[in-house]
Nanobody
C-alpha cells in the first residue's frame, strides 16, 4: 500500500522559513517522482515542485522559484521542501503526491497525473 505522510507545517511570520517532510512507504522509492502541491481556501490545488527520485531532476513553479528547495533522502524514503522568504500568499495546505515516473511528462505538474496523496499539512504565513 502506497503511503505518504507529510509533516512540518506550522504558523510562521512573513519572511520566515519552514521545512516540510514527506515520508513515503509501500513502493519502490527510486521508481517514483514525488511532488508537492498546495491548496489555499477557495482556490484550486496548484503544483509547487517535484523531484524525480531516480535521476534527481527537479521542477519548480514560477511562484516559488528561488525561495523553495526540494530535496530527497533515499535512505529514509523521504522528500523535503525547504521554504524560505515565506509570504502570506504561501498560506495553504501542502500535500505531497507520488506517481511512477514513467507515467509522467517532464515539466508538467498537475494534480490529476498523481495517484497517491498524503493527508496534507497546514502552512500559515502571517503578515
Amino acid at each position: 500500500e502506497v503511503r505518504l505522510v507529510e509533516s512540518g507545517g506550522a504558523t510562521v511570520q512573513a519572511g520566515g522559513s519552514l521545512r516540510l517532510s514527506c515520508a513515503a512507504s509501500g513502493f519502490t522509492f527510486e521508481d517514483y517522482t514525488i511532488s508537492w502541491f498546495r491548496q489555499a481556501p477557495g482556490k484550486e490545488r496548484e503544483g509547487v515542485s517535484y523531484i524525480d527520485i531516480s535521476d534527481g531532476s527537479i521542477y519548480y513553479a514560477d511562484s516559488v522559484e528561488d525561495r523553495f528547495t526540494i530535496s530527497k533522502d533515499n535512505a529514509k524514503n523521504t522528500v523535503y521542501l525547504q521554504m524560505s522568504s515565506l509570504k502570506p500568499e504561501d498560506t495553504a495546505v501542502y500535500y505531497c503526491a507520488a506517481e511512477a515516473t514513467y507515467k509522467l511528462r517532464e515539466g508538467v505538474l498537475i494534480p490529476r497525473d498523481f495517484g497517491a496523496w498524503g493527508q496534507g499539512t497546514q502552512v500559515t504565513v502571517s503578515s
